[in-house]
């Protein structure tokens, strides 16, 4: 696989070669094309992993992939915010021929806040790529989640291919103009994290496109000033 032949690297949405060839646009709209591929999204109880997991499962299956889920819930009932154990997790298995198990150890990990880091980091597969919410790893979390310094920071993720995004903020930056409560907005962030999964092996082709209009426009701005310059002067 990709991810481990690649180094750690700390990014932004990182990069589309860090993924197996099996990106999530690979597993959601067309058949596997290299056997199988694990995800596992991991979160706080709340935070709507097995809404993300199920959704993320429905699309890959109406493409007719087969699959193989494994929802887990915690244990305690009500547990306090931000502790291990009030971590929820879903983890779909997804491939082009017939399985029978949700995988042993996932591809890619999800964590939407460090207890989810931390209660799940042992289950991904070595060199594998983990998706982090970079907003959710303050002081107060990382306590909660019995880190002493932050992952992020230390070679706790040395050997994979970690991928942050300010998910949180930008869900709210991106909800501010609908009229949507933060406190709702900030809720919603577990499909910022599924579209991230869903586009993140094509990221760079959109990124090229951006960068290819932008150009154009600026070349055209620059004819029009030209063009009224010239016309002022003559």
Same mark, same amino acid.
């Given at each position: 696989?990709?991810?481990? @032949?690649?180094?750690?690297?700390?990014?932004?949405?990182?990069?589309?070669?860090?993924?197996?060839?099996?990106?999530?646009?690979?597993?959601?709209? @067309?058949?596997?094309? #290299?056997?199988?591929?694990?995800?596992? /999204?991991?979160?706080?109880?709340?935070?709507?992993?097995?809404?993300?997991?199920?959704? /993320?499962?429905?699309?890959?299956? *109406?493409?007719?992939?087969?699959?193989?889920?494994?929802? @887990? /819930?915690?244990?305690?009932?009500?547990?306090?915010?931000?502790? *291990?154990?009030? $971590?929820? +997790? /879903?983890?779909?298995?997804?491939?082009?021929?017939?399985?029978?198990?949700?995988?042993?150890?996932?591809?890619? !990990?999800?964590?939407?806040?460090?207890?989810?880091?931390? +209660?799940?980091?042992?289950?991904?597969?070595?060199?594998?790529?983990?998706?982090?919410?970079?907003?959710?790893?303050?002081?107060?979390?990382?306590?909660?989640?019995?880190?002493?310094?932050?992952? !992020?920071?230390?070679?706790?993720?040395?050997?994979?291919?970690?991928?942050?995004?300010?998910?949180?903020? *930008?869900?709210?930056?991106? #909800?501010?103009? !609908?009229?949507?409560?933060?406190?709702?907005?900030?809720?919603?962030?577990?499909?910022?994290?599924?579209?991230?999964?869903?586009? !993140?092996?094509?990221?760079?082709?959109? $990124?090229?496109?951006?960068?290819?209009?932008?150009?154009?426009?600026?070349?055209?701005?620059?004819?029009?000033?030209?063009?009224? $310059?010239?016309?002022?002067?003559?």
């Amino acid at each position: 696989r990709d991810a481990a @032949e690649k180094p750690r690297a700390r990014r932004w949405w990182g990069r589309p070669s860090a993924w197996s060839s099996f990106g999530a646009l690979g597993a959601v709209g @067309e058949r596997a094309r #290299c056997g199988s591929a694990t995800r596992r /999204f991991a979160g706080d109880s709340g935070d709507g992993m097995q809404l993300t997991g199920d959704r /993320f499962t429905s699309a890959s299956a *109406l493409f007719g992939n087969d699959l193989a889920t494994l929802p @887990e /819930f915690p244990a305690e009932i009500r547990a306090p915010a931000g502790t *291990l154990a009030g $971590v929820s +997790a /879903f983890q779909v298995h997804i491939s082009d021929h017939d399985i029978t198990t949700p995988g042993d150890a996932p591809n890619v !990990l999800v964590a939407m806040n460090p207890a989810a880091l931390k +209660a799940d980091l042992h289950t991904l597969e070595s060199g594998g790529t983990v998706i982090i919410n970079s907003d959710a790893f303050e002081e107060r979390n990382l306590a909660k989640a019995g880190y002493e310094h932050n992952p !992020l920071e230390d070679n706790t993720l040395d050997g994979y291919t970690v991928i942050t995004a300010p998910m949180t903020s *930008l869900t709210k930056e991106a #909800c501010k103009d !609908l009229g949507v409560k933060p406190r709702d907005a900030e809720r919603s962030k577990n499909f910022f994290a599924l579209g991230l999964v869903s586009l !993140l092996k094509d990221i760079w082709f959109f $990124v090229v496109v951006v960068v290819v209009v932008v150009l154009v426009l600026v070349v055209l701005v620059v004819v029009v000033v030209v063009v009224v $310059v010239v016309v002022v002067v003559v």
